[in-house]
Each structure stands twice: as structure tokens, then as C-alpha cells.
């Protein structure tokens, strides 16, 4: 499918917006949190399909995790927020997210994978993140995580009910990137949190 740059209502959503709107099916005024919405192509499909969306630009999240946790949403999704920044920040997000979710609300995320062709390549800031040193992507950290580091994380908080790889030239657009990613692996994360965390 090809898709203007320039009009965020015609992108296709990332597979995590379709599948958090499947999870809160049946949930009367559900509000969804779209976490550093990038180019708002997920918020738009969303509120087109129905939900109250707020939304968080890349650029205001780091002042919005220290805002207080209420209201809270019914769902949350992150298609990129949590694969940038350094990996030992990661877990302080995810909970702080967590706290922002009605208990069994949902969340779906991205996260880096280890199996991803970068991991290990460009500037290293610490064991698992990686700055690459050219591209369009230059001087960007990238947390990386393998399965049981990510699984202990997420348990934590979540019962996950989906933690998979994926290719992510199949979910990353032109507009985001715009040489095509190869090689690049995302974790696709699907869970619903167990008790509201404070």
C-alpha cells in the first residue's frame, strides 16, 4: 500500500493500534494513550475507529512520565517510545506506563531486539544500547533487550499475553525511515496490566 508522506489519516497504523483496538472491543468510552505518537498515523486510525485518544509527542515524554498518574486510560500503545533511549531507563518507563492503565487495561508496545542487526553496532552507551554512527538514525540510542530480560521486566507488571519477534521493515514506513530497515528486529509486546501500579 502506498501512503502520502503528508497525511497521517491514509498511513496504515502500526499492528499494535489494531491490535489494542481488538483487546478493548466491548469497552464503553475507552481512552487510549498513544506514547510519543511520531507522525500521529496510530491516533488517527484510533479515533477513527472509535476511541479517546490523547497523545504524548516524542518530544514532551519524558516530561510526561513525571507527571502525575491520573486519569487513567483503558489502553496504551508505544510503537517506537521504548525502542529509543538508554536500556536501563526502559524498566522506569514501563512501570511508570503501567501506573497509567485502569487495572486489566491493556498495553501494546515495541521493544529492541538483540537479534536485530544493529545490536551491538555504533556508539555503545552501555551493554545493551547502541547508537548507530551513520544512517538516518545517527547519534539515536536503541535499547536492545533478549526474551528472558524482557519477559522479567514485563511480568512485573503484566500478564503478557503476547511477546514476539518481528521483522520491522514490515511495520517501519518510508516516512519514518527513509532507507528500508533490513535486518532490523522488533519485539511485539501485548499484555494487560495486573493491579494499577502507584
Known amino acids: 500500500m502506498t501512503t502520502s508522506p503528508h497525511d497521517r489519516s491514509i498511513r496504515p497504523p502500526h499492528p499494535l493500534s489494531v491490535e489494542l483496538a481488538g483487546r478493548m472491543r466491548g469497552v464503553p468510552h475507552a481512552r487510549v494513550l498513544d506514547y510519543c505518537t511520531g507522525n500521529g498515523r496510530n491516533a488517527s486510525w484510533l479515533e477513527r475507529a472509535g476511541f479517546s485518544v490523547e497523545i504524548v509527542p516524542d518530544d514532551e515524554a519524558a516530561a510526561f512520565d513525571r507527571t502525575d498518574p491520573q486519569p487513567l486510560f483503558d489502553g496504551i500503545v508505544a510503537s517506537h517510545g521504548l525502542l529509543h533511549g538508554i536500556a536501563t ?10 501506573r497509567r492503565l485502569r487495572s486489566g487495561g491493556w498495553m501494546c508496545a515495541t521493544f529492541g531486539s538483540t537479534a536485530d542487526r544493529r545490536f551491538g553496532v555504533g556508539e555503545r552507551l552501555d551493554d545493551a544500547t547502541f547508537a548507530p554512527l551513520d544512517g538516518d538514525e545517527a547519534g539515536v540510542a536503541h535499547a536492545y533487550f533478549d526474551e528472558a530480560a524482557l519477559r522479567t521486566m514485563l511480568a512485573a507488571y503484566f500478564d503478557i499475553a503476547m511477546l514476539d519477534r518481528h521483522d520491522a521493515a514490515q511495520t517501519a514506513g518510508r516516512w519514518a525511515h527513509p532507507q528500508p530497515l533490513t535486518g532490523a528486529v522488533h519485539w511485539f509486546f501485548v499484555g494487560s496490566v495486573r493491579a494499577r501500579e502507584r
Open 89 to 98: 531507563a526502559v524498566p522506569g518507563r514501563v512501570q511508570r506506563l503501567a
